[in-house]
């Protein structure tokens, strides 16, 4: 079985987005696409970085961890709130943190915000940072306008059909990256 991990970006008090992240979970799950599992920056609490990962002398045992998740995934979905017309701080600061395991990986995006643009704004600054650290970005977009009325706190759609029929899009281009990567023998 695939796995695909979330990773969930906003550690804001009250955050929204993360409900998208808990939507994609049981869509993946429910849909037989692949395992997943959410990794939730808000859980990890990383420091502000400081240098990578692997050149750190005594690496902190969760970043550890997160690292290992994202090198075994066979793709990442990241989900963003769009803060001042960027991606917030926290996924900049899990970015820079990992060199190879973003090498090759499938990365697919997907924006939140309160307004009518769904943090659409995120995505071209979101791709450059990841076409720099050589992960493969999803030709795919999901953003999500008005997340706090889009989905309830357990991440249960408002509009089951019309986002199902999305999610099955995004994920399933997602599912071609992942397919293409396994299926080369180049590394
Ligand atoms: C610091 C900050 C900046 C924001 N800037 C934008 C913005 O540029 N565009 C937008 O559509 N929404 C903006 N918003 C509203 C967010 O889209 C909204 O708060 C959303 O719920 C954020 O996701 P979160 O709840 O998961 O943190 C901003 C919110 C914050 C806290």
Redesign the pocket.
């Known amino acids: 079985m695939k796995k695909v991990v979330i990773i969930s970006s906003?550690v804001?008090e009250?955050?929204?987005?993360?409900r998208v992240a808990l939507f994609f979970k049981k869509f993946i799950e429910s849909n037989g696409y692949a395992e997943s599992e959410i990794l939730d920056l808000d859980a990890y609490q990383f420091p502000i970085f400081h240098e990578r990962l692997k050149y750190q002398k005594n690496p902190p045992a969760n970043a550890v961890e997160f690292a290992a998740k994202v090198k075994a995934a066979d793709g990442v979905i990241i989900v963003t709130?769009?803060?001042?017309?960027g991606y917030p701080a926290s996924i900049k600061n899990a970015l820079d943190l990992l060199i190879d395991e973003w090498r090759h990986k499938p990365v697919a995006i997907s924006t939140?915000?309160?307004?009518v643009?769904g943090?659409s704004?995120v995505i071209t600054s979101l791709q450059f940072s990841l076409w720099k650290i050589k992960a493969l970005t999803v030709t795919a977009m999901f953003p999500v306008p008005k997340?706090?009325d889009a989905f309830d706190e357990s991440g249960t759609p408002a509009d089951a059909e019309g986002v199902n029929k999305r999610a099955t899009t995004f994920i399933k281009e997602l599912m071609w990256f992942i397919d293409c990567v396994a299926s080369t023998s180049h590394s």
């Open positions: 906003s804001r009250g955050r929204k987005s993360h709130p769009e803060y001042n017309g939140a915000s309160d307004g643009f943090g704004q997340v706090q």
